[in-house]
């Protein structure tokens, strides 16, 4: 169907890991129309069927648009910092995306559901045009297993410039900004972690757990934080 369709041969190789390779069929060579981008927007279409809940969806997207390589310049374009040109997981129009993954003490659902709430209020307050997406096992986004899909957030802006081989200033300011603001929401997160953390070791330094009661207590304080 790809080939068909596009003019273009689709060859797999590799094992661990797999390798696509998409160029132009043999006949398409001498002067037949071939469509690089419509054969690659196939490929995502058909490993996206494979894949259910939305958070893995959009890490998908992502992580096929930072591996793709044309050797040349191409209609999706990637940056040095990250961004990728990608299609919008929830509305599939082309935007500039970035992907931040989370550290291991935001994993709980109560966190995930506290940041979430938190970086839609910086959002609103610095007036950024731009989606911030938290995606975790627990907010009703990612069914996958942790090990195959850690939280993370999914930051998308719109393209400033019609012509998508062009990376225009205007949205890579736009996604700067987004991107330092979660930063800086996530490094806040951090730091106020590893102060209750230390708050608890100093405690537990001074509480002596002399009998099963007060040591029970103890391990009920260690596994909130």
Known sequence: DIKR??????????GSPVYLTIKPAPSSRDGFKFDMTRAREMVEDSLLEFVECGGARARLLYE?????????????????????????????????????????????KKDLLS?????????QRDTIPCSVEVFGQGLGNIKTPIQFCKP???ICVPRTSSNVN?????????????????????????????????KVQRWAIHFKPTNQKNRSFLRRIRARQ
């Not at 599939?92 to 291991?104: A, G, K, R, T």
């Open 166 to 198: 062009v990376v225009d200033d205007r949205s890579m300011c736009l996604l700067d900004d987004a991107v330092e603001l979660v930063s800086k929401a996530v490094k806040e997160r951090r730091r106020r972690h590893a102060r209750v953390t230390s």
């Open 5 to 14: 369709e596009t003019g273009c041969a689709v060859r797999i190789t590799g």
């Open 64 to 108: 096929l648009a930072s591996s793709f390589d044309d050797g040349s310049s191409s209609s999706l374009q990637r940056e040095s910092n990250g961004a990728v040109q990608q299609r919008d997981p929830m509305w599939n129009d082309v935007v500039w995306m970035q992907l931040l993954n989370l550290p291991e003490i935001m994993y709980k």
């Open 152 to 154: 993370f957030v999914l």
């Open 115 to 123: 940041f979430k709430d938190d970086l839609q209020r910086r959002v």
